[in-house]
């Protein structure tokens, strides 16, 4: 059972973050912000998948306009990506943005500052101070020399004191870096220098297949040791790919129990059906399930049964046909080709 730490408690929309909530899932739209229609077709898609929490760019005044668009017709929190100009914070705060990301030493003098923390304040909308390893301070690079752990922790602190100073505590932090091992450690010491709510995430990770590697292992290698309250898969894909990837990192961790649990053997020399094919379209056919059953692809005989007898449900291959089973029971064989609709009748009679 994984003791997570627990956090300040905040709201963002109707989701709480921090406080031992449930660990939400976010996302960002990768269609310009100018492009209204399609923005707002694009964070439906993400809703629908499972996202808990959207995020858009807004490099400028005309993208305020979309905060507008979607808060009047999605359920979940939308956060504005800030940079620089905190007059688009304001504005923001004004459409009814229910998260500002952006960087307080960034957007200019001590009034400025205080101005993004009283209307923030006012409003109660949170801050995500969002650092990584191209964000830096001079002077902080200058003490480390490169963008160490240490580095990007005392950058997200030092952002931190500027909103504090002006009597505003309702702060996320993120200390994203490309390097696994270089953002676990910052995360760790941030977590143990502060209270604050975490915003996990490995930046730039890469294409599907090479971000979901990274990020599975920084973002699950924090989260067993309790640290953490909301995360980001970064993907270089359609952003859906992000939240399908955030849950199913979620159910195999057990953080998560909603939905299908879903294992498959590598297949070998016994393997006479296609199972590759099979578990493929098992998974995609389960995707949005949301029965807490663990379900079973096998191979052969050997490999079914009995090594995954623990699986509520599932199927094994033989010479052009298969077994379902139960738990480990057999309940009968299949015709290779009807396989999956026969696994599929099975799991909806479950509860």
């Known amino acids: 059972m994984i003791k997570r730490k627990i956090t300040k408690k905040i709201m963002v929309g109707g989701v709480p973050l921090g406080g031992g909530s449930r660990i939400s899932v976010q996302s960002m739209l990768n269609v310009p912000a100018d492009q209204v229609e399609k923005s707002v077709e694009q964070a439906f898609a993400l809703e629908k998948a499972g996202c808990d929490i959207v995020r858009i760019a807004v490099p400028n005044r005309e993208a305020v306009r979309l905060v507008y668009a979607l808060k009047s017709v999605l359920s979940i929190p939308v956060v504005a990506d800030i940079h620089f100009d905190y007059r688009l914070a304001l504005e923001a705060a004004a459409a009814g943005v229910d998260k500002i990301r952006i960087n307080p030493g960034n957007i200019g003098d001590e009034g400025k500052v205080k101005a993004v923390a009283d209307t923030c304040r006012q409003r109660e909308i949170p801050i995500r101070i969002g650092v990584n390893s191209g964000s830096l301070e001079k002077e902080i690079l200058a003490k480390y020399g490169h963008p160490t752990p240490e580095a990007l922790r005392d950058s997200a602190l030092y952002h931190a004191s500027l909103l504090e100073k002006y009597d505003f505590t309702d702060i996320v932090l993120s200390m994203k870096s490309s390097h696994v091992p270089t953002m676990v450690r910052a995360y760790q010491l941030a977590s143990q220098a502060c209270d604050y709510p975490l915003h996990l ?69 016994r393997t006479k059906i296609d199972l590759i094919g099979l578990a493929n379209q098992v998974q995609e056919a389960l995707r949005d399930c949301k029965k807490n059953l663990t379900v079973a692809v096998m191979g052969c005989v050997v490999n079914g049964p009995g090594e995954a007898r623990e699986a509520d449900i599932g199927i094994a291959g033989g010479n052009g046909e298969g077994l379902l089973f139960k738990k480990g029971q057999v309940l009968r064989k299949v015709p290779e080709e009807r396989l999956l609709q026969e696994l599929l009748k099975e799991i909806e009679s479950m509860d």
Not at 210 to 218: D, F
Not at 228 to 252: C, F, M
């Open 201 to 269: 995430g490995v930046t730039e990770a890469g294409t599907e297949r090479m971000g979901l590697v990274k990020s599975s292992a920084g973002i699950g290698a924090l989260l067993l040791e309790g640290v953490g309250d909301t995360i980001r898969v970064s993907l270089t894909a359609d952003p859906v790919r992000e939240i399908y990837a955030a849950k199913d990192l979620l159910k195999a961790l057990e953080i998560e129990t909603e939905g299908i649990q879903f294992i498959s053997c590598p297949t070998c020399g």
